[in-house]
Nanobody, 115 residues
């Protein structure tokens, strides 16, 4: 089993930055990829960014060039650096870890961007 805990959300003005962290514990050696998803009110959960165990990254078009995902395997931490934030980035952000058989989710952290 993998346990995920997010931190770093909050309220920021448009154009500002936030840094989200996700601490992974448990059977972390079985994780193939990790990522960040977000869900705004009334909308479906969507992929923000993900990184594979080999280091390949993938971003949603809406955040490309503004967000950076990184994974520190020595600290078992996933980080999402969010710059040039926009009001439409407002959502609950969830950390995600995928193993061969299961997908795990954190509890989520709220990000609110004011205009």
């Amino acid at each position: 089993q993998v346990r995920l805990g997010e931190s770093g959300g909050g309220l920021v003005q448009a154009g500002g930055s936030l840094r989200l962290s996700c601490a992974a514990s448990g059977s972390i050696g079985r994780i193939n990829s990790m990522g960040w998803y977000r869900q705004a009110p009334g909308r479906q959960r969507e992929l923000v960014a993900r990184v594979t165990s080999g280091g390949s990254t993938d971003y949603a078009d809406s955040v490309e060039g503004r967000f950076t995902i990184s994974r520190d395997n020595t600290k078992n931490t996933l980080v999402l650096q969010m710059d040039s934030l926009k009001p439409e980035d407002t959502a609950v952000y969830y950390c995600n870890a995928i193993t061969t058989f299961y997908t795990y989710w954190g509890q989520g952290t709220q990000v609110t961007v004011s205009s």
